[in-house]
């Protein structure tokens, strides 16, 4: 399998996609911040498999993180990246610099709505505008067909819909599912960053949010949300942050199991020094 391309500059990456172009094939593109595992190499061979071209981007996006120590701890390894991306059939890859990205400083505020401020908007202010700053940069750059993103940011994925909607980009977003170690936890850049301690507490994560869905009948979501908060807190060193029963759909929290047709659990937890997130659809 031919290794993907490496390019850092935007000039080169449309230089690069205009060949692409020029031959009729479509770009599937895959948004990445690195530290690349194996829910993100699912993205990336469903690009591969479902349009001409794929391409990968592998950029820390300054502009979305709320906490600065967050920027700095969040883990990079280019190199094992592009090691991983090798045996993709990936055909691009763009590693541009912040320079690169943000030539000039990105001023632009995104509003959206209650969808934006309940849960990570709400926890983590300016985060879904920094994810909206970078998002829309890469596809004014890539203008791909279809992009691809994970369901373990449930909410974000909601937001680049309305992103797509709200500056009327022609591309299909494709949705794919959360990857799990074989104990539950989910696949997260962060997970490299977890302790001892706090790696073998973690699965309690979904292993509550899982018992709680196939038990939703015995309780009603106040009954349910309470008893995930206590089980996962029970295990140390995890701490809820929150946990949310919401419309699927609008991200609004739910009083009742009828007030929704499709219903998500979405929950943070702190795991000592680390933050992770996960969500299970409830219906
Ligand atoms: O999900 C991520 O890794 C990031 O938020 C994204 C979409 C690559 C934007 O920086």
């Known amino acids: 399998m031919a290794k993907p391309t490496v390019v850092t500059t935007r000039a080169a990456l449309l230089d690069a996609l205009g060949a692409v172009r020029a031959q009729g094939r479509t770009v599937g593109f895959v948004p990445t911040m690195g530290a690349l595992h194996r829910g993100h190499i699912s993205l990336v061979e469903r690009a591969v498999a479902e349009n001409g071209c794929a391409v ?121 599912p959360i990857v799990r170690e074989s104990d539950g936890l989910a696949l997260s850049s962060r997970n490299a960053l977890l302790t001892p301690k706090a790696r073998r507490a973690a699965p309690a994560i979904h292993h509550a949010m899982a018992l709680a869905q196939l038990q939703m009948a015995q309780r009603t979501v106040q009954q349910t949300a309470q008893w995930v908060v206590e089980q996962i807190n029970a295990v140390a060193p995890l701490q809820v942050e929150y946990f949310t029963l919401a419309n699927a759909q609008t991200l609004q929290p739910i009083g009742a199991w009828s007030d929704a047709e499709r219903v998500v659990g979405c929950i943070a937890v702190q795991a000592e020094q680390v933050r992770l997130i996960d969500n299970i659809i409830f219906k």
Not at 100 to 117: L, N
Not at 122 to 138: K, M
């Open 56 to 176: 990968v981007s592998v950029f820390v996006n300054p502009t979305q993180f709320n906490n600065p120590n967050d920027l700095k701890t969040y883990p990079r390894t280019p190199e094992a990246d592009l090691d991983l991306l090798d045996e993709t059939g990936v055909e691009l890859v763009f590693m541009p610099s912040v320079e690169e990205m943000y030539p000039q400083p990105d001023t632009r505020q995104f509003d959206f709505g209650p969808t934006g401020q309940v849960m990570e908007g709400e926890r983590r202010p300016g985060h879904f505008n920094g994810v909206a700053q970078v998002v829309s940069r890469l596809f004014d750059l890539v203008h791909p067909n279809r992009a691809y993103f994970g369901q373990k940011d449930f909410q974000q994925v909601a937001i680049i819909r309305m992103l797509v909607d709200m500056l009327g980009y022609n591309i299909e977003i494709v949705e794919c």
